[in-house]
């Protein structure tokens, strides 16, 4: 089994709906990210945790919110969605001590009609 | 200025031959590197990481870091059709409480 899942995989709605991306983890790790990724650019952050009570704005966080719901949750969620914010998601954890490795979920590929 | 920098490409190598990227970066406080292999419509997978001045060698992968002239690249030995990706630079700024700032990515395309 994957050790970081992301639901769902794929997801079209439309303007103004509320969507809600989840992530799981099966490492243990205490933190965890949200990134998009959009098309010749690289990863941009979106929202970060370092654990279930410290969540933090990364740099393009308007427009989104995070949920950590437990250690191995950690959701994103887009309350008004708009065109713009169509783009490919990706979830991720990292120790806190060590090589500051991250790992990836699948992604989530989200378009906003 | 962007603060992780990669050239787009597509880089084209021939079968066989090395591959050459180079990413620079703009904050000294910089202090882990890292290289992640992203194949089309998939997550980036951690391919090398480099954390002092010099080589890391893994398998067909050297990382090369120089922290005085700010630039780390990753060389592909013996290039196959399967290296074929895009490669993500991404820097780990660990005053900025340990996020990582990605590159926007090199596309390698490798010819049989």
């Known amino acids: 089994d994957a050790d970081v899942t992301q639901t769902p995989r794929n997801r079209i709605t439309k303007t103004g709906k509320r969507i809600m991306l989840e992530c799981s983890q099966t490492?243990?790790?205490?933190?965890m990210y949200w990134y998009r990724q959009d098309p010749g650019l690289g990863l941009r952050l979106i929202y970060y945790s370092f654990d279930v009570k410290d969540i933090n704005k990364g740099e393009i966080s308007d427009g989104y919110s995070v949920s950590r719901q437990a250690q191995a949750k950690f959701s994103l969620s887009l309350e008004s969605a708009i065109p713009n914010q169509t783009a490919l998601y990706f979830c991720a954890t990292s120790e806190p001590k060590g090589a500051d490795t991250q790992y990836f979920g699948p992604g989530t590929r989200l378009t906003v009609l | 200025q962007k603060e992780v920098e990669q050239n787009s490409g597509p880089l084209s190598v021939p079968e066989g031959a090395i591959a050459s990227l180079n990413c620079t970066y703009s904050?000294?406080?910089?202090?882990?590197f890292f290289w992640y292999r992203q194949y089309s419509g998939k997550s980036p997978e951690l391919i090398m990481s480099?954390?002092?001045?010099g080589d890391k060698e893994d398998g067909r992968f050297t990382a090369q870091l120089n922290k005085a002239s700010q630039y780390v690249s990753l060389l592909i030995r013996d290039s196959q059709p399967s290296d074929s990706a895009t490669y993500l630079c991404?820097?780990?700024?660990?005053?900025?409480?340990?996020?990582?700032?990605f590159g926007g990515g090199t596309r390698v395309l490798v010819k049989p």
């Open positions: 991404a820097v780990n700024k660990r005053a900025a409480g340990n996020k990582l700032t």
């Open positions: 490492k243990g790790h205490d933190r």
């Open positions: 904050d000294r406080g910089s202090q882990s």
């Open positions: 480099i954390y002092s001045n």
